[in-house]
């Protein structure tokens, strides 16, 4: 087991922002690339946003400019702040953890090997 807990999903309307966290044992978090995936019901897999102990970060397209990764190394925990969410946002919302060889670009959140429950989030218009 893996422990990756998820926190700060919810319901928000159309324009809204949530924070999400995800409190990693500290093993899980001294892996090299970290991220989020979602999946919204009867949907892939989409991942989200990574960001590696080098503090690269990279985002998917429909997310660029409006969701932000980052975390806290004394902590162990890792964050995606989401702003000008839409209904297209709604899915659940894993947070990921994967061991790369350090340098090397972190896969996609979502073939990440290591992921937590899920926290939701849903969008309303």
Known sequence: QVPLVESGGGSVQAGGSLT??????????????LGWFRQAPGQEREGVATIDHDDYTSYSDSVKGRFTISKDDAKNTLYL????LNPNDTAMYYCAAENVVRGRACPSA???NYS??????????
């Open 81 to 84: 702040q989401m702003n000008r």
């Open 110 to 112: 979502d073939e990440f």
């Open 116 to 125: 937590g429950q899920g926290t939701q989030v849903t969008v309303s218009s």
């Open 20 to 33: 999400l966290s995800c409190a990693a044992s500290r093993n899980t978090y001294s892996l090299y690339c």
